[in-house]
């Protein structure tokens, strides 16, 4: 009985990770600009990647109380990816977008751009230069 309520939640984090990941997949195609792109590559992968992960874990941690030593190793292994993806992710699209402003690549249908005027750190050096 309890192996099969683990099955469930085991098949439903694997559904809803599956649902987020395709969701990205779909804001790829679909969002007009880059920075809404990557808000939906990098959000959503980063939720769906939790859910997955969470199978995984909770796959491993029943084979690991079933007996099976490679259960603890499947939960180790994934929980150190997981910490990877939840600090590289968000990351990556924070440097991607930022390099895309100073590109000078505009978010479609802005209406005011905060960071446009904003001094750069080679400007301010180049004004405190000429002082």
Not at 56 to 64: A, D, E, K, S, T
Not at 92 to 105: C, E, F, I, M, Q
Request: proline residues 3%.
């Amino acid at each position: 009985m309890l192996n099969q309520l683990i099955d469930i939640v085991i098949y439903i984090l694997l559904a809803i990770g599956v649902f987020f990941n395709i969701l990205a997949g779909i804001g790829l195609l679909r969002f007009p600009d880059v920075y809404t792109r990557l808000h939906a590559g990098t959000k959503c992968t980063t939720f769906g990647s939790i859910f997955l992960c969470g199978s995984v874990i909770l796959y491993g941690l029943r084979m690991w109380i079933l007996g099976n030593v490679d259960g603890s190793i499947w939960v180790i292994h994934t929980g150190i990816a997981l910490v990877a993806i939840l600090l590289t992710n968000p990351t990556g699209a924070h440097a991607l977008a930022r390099a895309a402003h100073r590109s000078g690549v505009k978010p479609v249908g802005a209406v005011i751009d905060e960071l446009e005027n904003k001094p750069t750190k080679k400007s301010a050096n180049k004004m405190e230069a000429k002082k």
